[in-house]
């Protein structure tokens, strides 16, 4: 009796934690799904609503960099949707994928960085003033993703550690379409609060089930307050002084 009752206790146990982990992987669904939403509203005035009206005119380098990106964001929230079902051996099929498809992105985030204020100066629509004043906005993105997505790929043994590494990583590329809802009427400190909001919200949760918010999260909110210092730093005449020589080279 004493044994099958053990049996029984052991299975109840085994079903909880199961049941842990399901709410778990649901939640990083949600919040992957949250980024998606965050980007395409972030970018339809100046992108995505264009290119639904059959109207958005830009060189063929921004159309390839849009791709890529929501293709990152579509890769992310169908790994969180596997990681969901348990599927692991599909998941660490699409991690490999992934591996690529994170480098790519951050190859060509860094390209454009530079590229798109190149053919804003070229087009005459900005001074090579303004494309110095950009290009630590775009490039700060790429560094704080690449940081993360580095120490994702390093820790993909790990898993505690490397999806909180993914998630932050992605928050970090979140920030182009939380800066671009100035065009929707949000000031700059909101869409920066509304850049925090998926961390917050992980972290609410670490604390809300471990009692502890992960190490991971707190270096991603450390990491991000720092990257903000890229905003006002694009105006110093220190950056100045190298940047505008930069485009003036680049736009000759």
Same mark, same amino acid.
């Given at each position: 009796m004493a044994e099958i009752e053990s049996q029984v206790a052991m299975r109840a146990s085994a079903a909880r934690g199961a049941t842990r982990q399901r709410?778990?992987?649901?939640?990083?669904?949600?919040?992957?799904?949250?980024?998606?939403?965050?980007?395409?509203?972030?970018?339809?005035?100046?992108?995505?609503? %264009?290119?639904?009206?059959?109207a958005a005119? %830009?060189?063929?380098?921004?159309?390839?960099?849009g791709a890529i990106f929501m293709g990152w964001m579509l890769l992310f929230i169908l790994q969180?949707?596997? %990681?969901?079902?348990?599927?692991?051996?599909?998941?660490?099929?699409?991690?490999?994928?992934?591996?690529?498809?994170?480098?790519?992105l951050w190859l060509v985030g860094l390209l454009v960085s530079?590229?798109?204020?190149?053919?804003?100066?070229?087009?005459?629509?900005?001074?090579?003033?303004?494309? %110095?004043?950009f290009l630590p906005i775009p490039f700060g993105d790429m560094v704080l993703f690449g940081a993360f997505f580095l120490a994702a790929v390093l820790n993909r043994h790990r898993p505690e550690i490397h999806k909180r590494c993914m998630v932050v990583a992605t928050i970090a590329v979140c920030f182009a379409a939380a800066f671009r809802l100035q065009a929707l009427g949000v000031s700059i400190p909101l869409a920066i609060a509304?850049?925090?909001?998926?961390? !917050?919200?992980?972290?609410?949760?670490?604390?809300?089930?471990?009692?502890?918010?992960?190490?991971?999260y707190w270096i991603g909110?450390? !990491?991000?307050?720092?990257?903000?210092?890229?905003?006002?730093?694009?105006?110093?005449?220190?950056?100045?002084?190298f940047g505008v020589p930069l485009f003036e080279s680049l736009t000759a």
């Amino acid at each position: 009796m004493a044994e099958i009752e053990s049996q029984v206790a052991m299975r109840a146990s085994a079903a909880r934690g199961a049941t842990r982990q399901r709410v778990r992987s649901r939640f990083y669904v949600g919040i992957a799904v949250f980024m998606l939403a965050m980007i395409l509203v972030g970018f339809w005035p100046s992108y995505y609503g %264009a290119l639904v009206r059959g109207a958005a005119e %830009a060189p063929v380098i921004l159309h390839v960099h849009g791709a890529i990106f929501m293709g990152w964001m579509l890769l992310f929230i169908l790994q969180t949707v596997v %990681a969901a079902r348990s599927d692991l051996r599909l998941h660490r099929s699409l991690g490999s994928f992934g591996i690529a498809y994170g480098a790519l992105l951050w190859l060509v985030g860094l390209l454009v960085s530079f590229v798109a204020p190149v053919i804003n100066v070229n087009s005459g629509e900005w001074s090579v003033v303004d494309a %110095a004043i950009f290009l630590p906005i775009p490039f700060g993105d790429m560094v704080l993703f690449g940081a993360f997505f580095l120490a994702a790929v390093l820790n993909r043994h790990r898993p505690e550690i490397h999806k909180r590494c993914m998630v932050v990583a992605t928050i970090a590329v979140c920030f182009a379409a939380a800066f671009r809802l100035q065009a929707l009427g949000v000031s700059i400190p909101l869409a920066i609060a509304i850049w925090y909001v998926p961390l !917050a919200i992980c972290m609410g949760y670490d604390l809300r089930k471990t009692r502890r918010v992960h190490p991971v999260y707190w270096i991603g909110a450390v !990491a991000m307050a720092i990257a903000l210092l890229r905003l006002p730093f694009g105006n110093t005449e220190f950056w100045l002084s190298f940047g505008v020589p930069l485009f003036e080279s680049l736009t000759a």
